[in-house]
């Protein structure tokens, strides 16, 4: 018997679950004899999906305590994090208290490959005028990955040149303030704002693409001209695609699998 899927997502309560059944359409294509069982691990977003839609979502420990009564020795638990931060860290732990063998796949930034896939998936097809600038704002964190961010600006710079900047919701050094300043030392009037986020949830309707005290809001009131793009990362076949190879990363170090 194959060894079964946990796709492993934080959740949130806004357009998660269409962003998790588009990601989900494409394990099943790449990965037809596994079974496929999904895991949340935030208990206000479980809660406050019951209330509202009435479905039930369920947690890493409880996905592989299910597996363990059913004989199985061994899951791959695959993160749906975007970094290896705070979350990430909770669903290791969460995980190890289980009483099954568990191969965990990474989260989508975890090794300069990735970084570089990401940076080319987020500049194909924008095609940008000489006066406008990209600006990528992820959801940002106090935890030690917030330096992802940087390596993530770093290697944008690299792979497409000037123009494009990596700010952060929460967190004061890539924060609307700083950016503005570069963008402006760079001489662009135009910006392109975008989601570097799985799911474009509450933070981007209201923090970036609100109308009051939101990056889109602050832009405005410095003068430039601001468009912008609501796909989120998780929208994308390339990024699932991305998922699924940790996945078989993951699949790749169980022996006799």
């Given amino acids: 018997m194959n060894v079964p899927i946990v796709p492993a997502a934080f959740g949130t309560t806004t357009r998660a679950l269409e962003t998790y059944r588009f990601i989900d359409r494409v394990i099943r294509e790449q990965f037809p004899d596994h079974e496929i069982r999904w895991a949340y691990s935030s208990r ?49 732990e969460e995980v190890r208290g289980c009483n099954i063998r568990t191969s965990v796949g990474l989260p989508l930034l975890a090794a300069p490959k990735d970084y570089e896939r990401i940076a080319r998936i987020l500049c194909n097809g924008r095609h940008r005028s000489e006066d406008e600038a990209l600006v990528l704002i992820g959801h940002g964190t106090d935890h030690p990955s917030w330096s992802s961010y940087m390596a993530m600006n770093q290697i944008l710079g690299d792979a497409v040149g000037p123009g494009v900047y990596v700010g952060m919701v929460e967190g004061s050094y890539l924060s609307p303030k700083t950016i503005i300043q570069k ?40 003068g430039f001209e601001v468009s912008v793009d609501r796909e989120s990362l998780g929208m994308k076949k390339a990024v699932a695609e991305m998922f699924c190879e940790h996945i078989r990363e993951a699949l790749d170090v169980i022996p006799d699998k």
């Fill in 44 to 92: 206000m977003v479980r809660d406050w999906i019951k209330v509202r839609r009435d479905i039930d979502l369920r947690h890493p420990h409880e996905i592989l305590n299910d597996l363990i009564q059913e004989g199985r020795e061994w899951a791959v638990v695959q993160s749906l994090h975007m970094m290896c931060g705070h979350e990430f860290s909770r669903l290791i």
């Fill in 183 to 222: 963008v402006k030392a760079g001489g662009f009037a135009k910006i392109r704002l975008a989601p570097m986020m799985l799911v474009a949830g509450v933070h981007f309707e209201e923090d970036i693409a609100g109308r009051e005290d939101s990056w889109l809001s602050f832009f405005e009131k410095e």
